[in-house]
């Protein structure tokens, strides 16, 4: 897949120029000086030849097959260049030029009219907007980056063409090769999940890495990730995760970025690892690619200062790994190879004065310990320090054991030797211990990844046409918010338990449905025109006898008549008054990328406030929902404290997994409020008090 861009046979650069300050120059120049053995023709209009090689004046006197154009002219003339390239034959093109959509509306519709033509002739374009690509393998660099990467096993995609530049540059000092390098520019025609999926094939890409901004198709996104992290890592780093960061990824590359929870969600889903940073990024990218997977989250330190052996120790300790107890064995070994002052446990301290060969010791020790699944060494430089030597003895260790090993050599200058040793090595080495440490939890999380089967949604039984006729009358009738019977229609349909509710019209059937539930009951005005019942005194709970419920029925009409005088009331609900739960909300919004998201809150009243709350992006899987619920900051009120009765949590998860179902099944649905929803102790079930359903257009959000 997508050959023709990264190992084409033959390639010409549209605009390629006999300046070397042009673009066109720049690119030529690094196709033919970093060893592509594929043909190269140079297309300008008024040049013989250009970097020594014959040039055509348009793509269509070429006289081979062209698999690759790159395409570096002036934005006005890009469509009569594509149009041509289609009728060369060429495959895939590689659109640099600047001007498009992230320009404004003129802009937007150049770039239509030039995918528009792509699609015609089934040309598989890149950017417009773009660094352009390399790929390591093919030894090709179609772009106008300042440098060749090395060779690696990392493949890059970004949506910054900026950003790329810096990479490469960092990646050259710290011995980070690449399989492929991408910039993604305006993602007219190819996207993410086009390199997403390529990636996942390729045998030279060990890992995935990515900086974007935003997302084109979130369900395809989250499918295609889902495969990729079966296989290999993907490392992501999303930009605009604040709101004023999301305002300036709009207007950098036009892409209406996802609200950063939904991405939350959504990697999660996927199994993605998100970094919160460049930085974040290359650490775990790097970790993953040169070092093996930990199989647990056992981590020994060995360190020749106390105070980074502290700080690595708080850092492993808040993300969740564990500072192993080294076994009697080992603390015996480390006595007879380490001076009588040295720290034996955990973290190994080697001491100030230590030499390579109290490092080599000391890590043989960790290594060969079964409690530990992954070692972390740091170094600070004393005057006797032998770093180079302790580098080398790191990266020997780190090929004769099976075992992920990190390092941190805090400093600069005088560890500058070290580093390097340890980059050329495949050991990866940060600047900060608590850097290291991170970049471990990120390889224990792809580990459990890696551990958990995949799960599909489960589907439960339910009355889809029931949900789907009244969705559809409540749109007929141009209403987009649901009244409240037609909400619990949809809901029971779903089969989530509900208080018994009839409408009744008369006072006389409203005290015969009351006698039917069984007193105490509640009595609501129902009317499309009344959302807000509490507001006119349209709720009264309580009601204990027949009298009451004639004298409340006539007091409803009345006052409702009095607020909402043009009203079309349908009825007074007379409703089963339910024993007060445990108060969840369940909510669904829209998501503009993801679609569906799932929220989960517990606190009633003061869900706003407590903000404990979690999101799921439908469909839901049985663990996700799981999931959900454990990561509630109040999930101990569920499960019992001080000797209460646990909540039915077997109950509140089928509760979840139905609504996912049901907003799965009717993408109409833009919003969903099961607010309150009653957990009973367990066994006993839940109840959803209160429904609230706005239905939008499939794509937009009406409110
Ligand atoms: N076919 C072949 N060659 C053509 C051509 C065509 N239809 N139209 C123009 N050319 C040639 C020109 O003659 C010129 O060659 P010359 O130097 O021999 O005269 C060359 O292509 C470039 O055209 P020119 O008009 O000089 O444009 P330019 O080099 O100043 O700018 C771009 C072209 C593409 C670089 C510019 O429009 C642009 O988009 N720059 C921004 C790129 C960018 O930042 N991308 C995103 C990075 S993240």
Same mark, same amino acid.
Request: net charge negative.
């Given at each position: 897949?997508?050959?023709?861009?990264?190992?084409?046979?033959?390639?010409?650069?549209?605009?390629?120029?006999?300046?070397?300050?042009?673009?066109?120059?720049?690119?030529?120049?690094?196709?033919?000086?970093?060893?592509?053995?594929?043909?190269?023709?140079?297309?300008?209009?008024?040049?013989?030849?250009?970097?020594?090689?014959?040039?055509?004046?348009?793509?269509?006197?070429?006289?081979?097959?062209?698999?690759?154009?790159? !395409?570096?002219?002036?934005?006005?003339?890009?469509?009569?260049?594509?149009?041509?390239?289609?009728?060369?034959?060429?495959?895939?093109?590689?659109?640099?030029?600047?001007?498009?959509?992230?320009?404004?509306?003129?802009?937007?519709?150049?770039?239509?009219?030039?995918?528009?033509?792509?699609?015609?002739?089934?040309?598989?374009?890149?950017?417009?907007?773009?660094?352009?690509?390399?790929?390591?393998?093919?030894?090709?660099?179609?772009?106008?980056? $300042?440098?060749?990467?090395?060779?690696?096993?990392?493949?890059?995609?970004?949506?910054?063409?900026?950003?790329?530049?810096?990479?490469?540059?960092?990646?050259?000092?710290?011995?980070? /090769?690449?399989?492929?390098?991408?910039?993604?520019?305006?993602?007219?025609?190819?996207?993410?999940?086009?390199?997403?999926?390529?990636?996942?094939?390729?045998?030279?890409?060990?890992?995935?890495? $990515?900086?974007?901004?935003?997302?084109?198709?979130?369900?395809?996104?989250?499918?295609?990730?889902?495969?990729?992290?079966?296989?290999?890592?993907?490392?992501?780093?999303?930009?605009?995760?604040?709101?004023?960061?999301?305002?300036?990824?709009?207007?950098?590359?036009?892409?209406?970025?996802?609200?950063?929870?939904?991405?939350?969600?959504?990697?999660?889903?996927?199994?993605?690892?998100?970094?919160?940073?460049?930085?974040?990024?290359? $650490?775990?990218?790097?970790?993953?690619?040169?070092?093996?997977?930990?199989?647990?989250?056992?981590?020994?330190?060995?360190?020749?200062?106390?105070?980074?052996?502290?700080?690595?120790?708080?850092?492993?300790?808040?993300?969740?790994?564990?500072?192993?107890?080294?076994?009697?064995?080992?603390?015996?070994?480390?006595?007879?190879?380490?001076?009588?002052?040295?720290?034996?446990?955990?973290?190994?301290?080697?001491?100030?004065?230590?030499?390579?060969?109290?490092?080599?010791?000391?890590?043989?020790?960790?290594?060969?310990?079964?409690?530990?699944?992954?070692? !972390?060494?740091?170094?600070?430089?004393?005057?006797?320090?032998?770093?180079?030597?302790?580098?080398?003895?790191?990266?020997?260790?780190?090929?004769?054991?099976?075992?992920?090993?990190?390092?941190?050599?805090?400093?600069?200058?005088?560890?500058?030797?070290?580093?390097?040793?340890?980059?050329?090595?495949?050991?990866?080495?940060?600047?900060?211990?608590?850097?290291?440490?991170?970049?471990?939890?990120?390889?224990?999380?792809?580990?459990?990844?890696?551990?958990?089967?995949?799960?599909?949604?489960?589907?439960?039984?339910?009355?889809?046409?029931?949900?789907?006729?009244?969705?559809?009358?409540?749109?007929?009738?141009?209403?987009?918010?649901?009244?409240?019977?037609?909400?619990?229609?949809?809901?029971?349909?779903?089969?989530?338990?509900?208080?018994?509710?009839?409408?009744?019209?008369?006072?006389?059937?409203?005290?015969?449905?009351?006698?039917?539930?069984?007193?105490?009951?509640?009595?609501?005005?129902?009317?499309?025109?009344?959302?807000?019942?509490?507001?006119?005194?349209?709720?009264?709970?309580?009601?204990?006898?027949?009298?009451?419920?004639?004298?409340?029925?006539?007091?409803?009409?009345?006052?409702?008549?009095?607020?909402?005088?043009?009203?079309?009331?349908?009825?007074?609900?007379?409703?089963?008054?339910?024993?007060?739960?445990?108060?969840?909300?369940?909510?669904?919004?829209?998501?503009?990328?993801?679609?569906?998201?799932?929220?989960?809150?517990?606190?009633?009243?003061?869900?706003?406030?407590?903000?404990?709350?979690?999101? /799921?992006?439908?469909?839901?899987?049985?663990?996700?929902?799981?999931?959900?619920?454990?990561?509630?900051?109040?999930?101990?009120?569920?499960?019992?404290?001080?000797?209460?009765?646990?909540?039915?949590?077997?109950?509140?998860?089928?509760?979840?997994?139905?609504?996912?179902?049901?907003?799965?099944?009717?993408?109409?649905?833009?919003?969903?409020?099961?607010?309150?929803?009653?957990?009973?102790?367990?066994?006993?079930?839940?109840?959803?008090?209160?429904?609230?359903?706005?239905?939008?257009?499939?794509?937009?959000?009406?409110?």
């Amino acid at each position: 897949m997508l050959e023709a861009l990264f190992a084409p046979d033959s390639v010409a650069v549209v605009g390629a120029s006999a300046n070397p300050s042009k673009l066109g120059y720049v690119i030529t120049d690094n196709i033919l000086k970093y060893g592509y053995k594929g043909r190269v023709y140079p297309i300008n209009p008024n040049e013989d030849k250009i970097l020594g090689i014959d040039a055509y004046p348009r793509i269509t006197e070429v006289p081979g097959p062209v698999d690759l154009a790159v !395409i570096a002219v002036p934005s006005k003339a890009v469509a009569g260049v594509m149009k041509d390239c289609g009728e060369k034959g060429v495959r895939a093109a590689i659109v640099i030029t600047a001007g498009f959509r992230e320009t404004g509306v003129q802009g937007g519709q150049m770039e239509r009219e030039v995918m528009g033509i792509a699609a015609e002739y089934g040309i598989d374009v890149l950017g417009p907007n773009c660094l352009g690509l390399i790929d390591t393998n093919s030894s090709l660099n179609a772009s106008f980056a $300042a440098s060749m990467p090395q060779r690696g096993q990392i493949s890059f995609m970004s949506q910054s063409g900026a950003l790329c530049t810096g990479v490469l540059d960092w990646a050259a000092v710290n011995h980070v /090769g690449f399989s492929t390098f991408v910039s993604l520019g305006n993602k007219g025609d190819l996207n993410e999940v086009d390199f997403i999926r390529a990636w996942k094939d390729d045998p030279n890409t060990k890992v995935v890495m $990515a900086y974007l901004e935003g997302v084109v198709d979130g369900q395809a996104f989250i499918e295609a990730s889902r495969e990729l992290t079966r296989v290999k890592p993907f490392v992501v780093v999303k930009a605009g995760t604040t709101s004023a960061g999301s305002r300036a990824v709009s207007s950098h590359t036009g892409t209406l970025a996802g609200s950063d929870t939904a991405y939350d969600a959504a990697f999660e889903k996927a199994g993605i690892l998100r970094a919160r940073s460049v930085g974040d990024l290359f $650490a775990y990218a790097t970790a993953l690619a040169y070092q093996p997977l930990p199989k647990g989250h056992r981590v020994a330190i060995v360190t020749n200062a106390g105070g980074p052996g502290i700080m690595a120790t708080d850092a492993c300790e808040k993300n969740g790994l564990s500072l192993v107890g080294l076994s009697d064995e080992t603390v015996e070994r480390l006595r007879h190879v380490l001076p009588p002052a040295a720290g034996f446990y955990n973290p190994i301290d080697v001491l100030g004065d230590a030499l390579s060969d109290r490092y080599e010791a000391a890590l043989r020790a960790a290594f060969d310990d079964k409690n530990v699944d992954a070692v !972390i060494v740091l170094l600070t430089p004393q005057a006797m320090t032998e770093i180079g030597a302790t580098a080398q003895v790191i990266v020997d260790l780190a090929q004769e054991y099976d075992k992920p090993i990190l390092a941190s050599f805090l400093g600069g200058k005088d560890v500058a030797a070290g580093n390097e040793i340890m980059g050329k090595g495949n050991v990866p080495s940060y600047g900060f211990p608590e850097q290291a440490a991170e970049a471990l939890v990120a390889m224990v999380r792809y580990q459990q990844w890696l551990d958990t089967e995949l799960e599909e949604p489960v589907r439960k039984s339910a009355d889809r046409e029931r949900a789907s006729m009244t969705l559809i009358a409540a749109e007929k009738a141009g209403r987009l918010k649901l009244n409240e019977m037609e909400a619990r229609q949809i809901v029971a349909a779903y089969q989530i338990p509900l208080p018994r509710t009839q409408l009744a019209n008369s006072a006389e059937q409203a005290v015969h449905f009351a006698e039917e539930i069984g007193f105490p009951v509640v009595m609501k005005v129902i009317s499309p025109d009344i959302l807000h019942k509490s507001d006119v005194g349209g709720v009264v709970v309580g009601i204990r006898d027949p009298k009451s419920v004639r004298q409340t029925y006539q007091d409803i009409l009345i006052r409702s008549r009095r607020y909402t005088p043009d009203a079309d009331i349908w009825g007074i609900a007379i409703q089963e008054q339910v024993e007060q739960g445990k108060e969840i909300i369940v909510g669904v919004n829209k998501d503009p990328t993801f679609g569906h998201m799932i929220m989960l809150g517990l606190g009633g009243v003061y869900v706003e406030v407590l903000k404990d709350v979690q999101f /799921g992006i439908a469909p839901l899987t049985p663990r996700q929902v799981h999931a959900m619920i454990s990561r509630l900051r109040s999930y101990p009120l569920l499960t019992g404290v001080r000797g209460e009765e646990g909540s039915d949590i077997d109950a509140l998860e089928d509760c979840l997994l139905r609504v996912s179902q049901m907003v799965t099944d009717m993408p109409a649905i833009a919003e969903l409020d099961i607010n309150p929803l009653f957990v009973y102790p367990d066994g006993k079930g839940v109840i959803a008090v209160d429904a609230r359903i706005v239905v939008g257009s499939n794509e937009s959000n009406p409110e």
